[in-house]
T-cell receptor, first 120, second 111 residues
Framework: GAVVSQHPSWVICKSGTSVKIECRSL??????MFWYRQFPKQSLMLMAT?????????EQGVEKDKFLINHASLTLSTLTVTSAHPEDSSFYIC????????????????FGPGTRLLVL | DAKTTQPPSMDCAEGRAANLPCNHS???????VYWYRQIHSQGPQYIIH?????ETNEMASLIITEDRKSSTLILPHATLRDTAVYYC????????????WGAGTKLIIKP
């Protein structure tokens, strides 16, 4: 299957600082990327949907000014956690939509390995 | 809310076939069934998907009932590395192509 990378895989930061997480589709172009958050022993929670060249769509309850998303190219989306606090500590996962050329049945979503954020 | 129902956990002996059921009784005619798995502390891994026909790839087989209200993911020869949480997801058909995640099935492969 297609490969999605995330960087960094681990980050520890002080409260009040900002952290940027990169998500890249390595062997396909992704017009749409998604950002998820996962707390321990819970399922994935969609934070936002990012379409290349346009503003991201945020899920209810997710602060767009705190979680800045940029999708400037067909292979790169970034999530910036601004003024991070300990409650933002979580596992952040991105995914990229591979339309498989024809879309429809061929369409699949592939996930990055995740970024674990710890805010002290 | 998730549109699928899965057992919370299952055990399977190493080397045997693991059969993971999923109920999606409210599925619409143009919605696909996707299966992903998440090994501890990793991002989800795509396994397989289907619409109404049975599907097979190098990882697994997907059996969808004729009425499409349920499906079974089959791992033909389970290994210890198949221990993971398995998610059955019905694809939401809209322009954003969102996947709605339920609690999944924790599959434990035992030696």
């Amino acid at each position: 299957g297609a490969v999605v990378s995330q960087h960094p895989s681990w980050v520890i930061c002080k409260s009040g600082t900002s952290v940027k997480i990169e998500c890249r589709s390595l062997d396909f172009q992704a017009t749409t990327m998604f950002w998820y958050r996962q707390f321990p022993k819970q399922s994935l929670m969609l934070m936002a949907t990012s379409n290349e060249g346009s503003k991201a769509t945020y899920e209810q309850g997710v602060e767009k000014d705190k979680f800045l998303i940029n999708h400037a190219s067909l292979t790169l989306s970034t999530l910036t956690v601004t003024s991070a606090h300990p409650e933002d500590s979580s596992f952040y996962i991105c995914s990229a939509r591979d339309r498989g050329g024809a879309g429809g049945y061929q369409e699949t979503q592939y996930f990055g390995p995740g970024t674990r954020l710890l805010v002290l | 809310d998730a549109k699928t129902t899965q057992p919370p956990s299952m055990d399977c002996a190493e080397g045997r076939a693991a059969n993971l059921p999923c109920n999606h009784s409210t599925i619409s005619g143009n919605e696909y069934v996707y299966w992903y798995r998440q090994i501890h502390s990793q991002g989800p891994q795509y396994i397989i998907h289907g619409l109404k026909n049975n599907e097979t790839n190098e990882m697994a087989s997907l059996i969808i009932t004729e009425d499409r209200k349920s499906s079974t993911l089959i791992l033909p020869h389970a290994t210890l590395r198949d221990t993971a949480v398995y998610y059955c997801i019905v694809r939401v058909v809209d322009s954003n192509y969102q996947l709605i995640w339920g609690a999944g099935t924790k599959l434990i492969i035992k030696p």
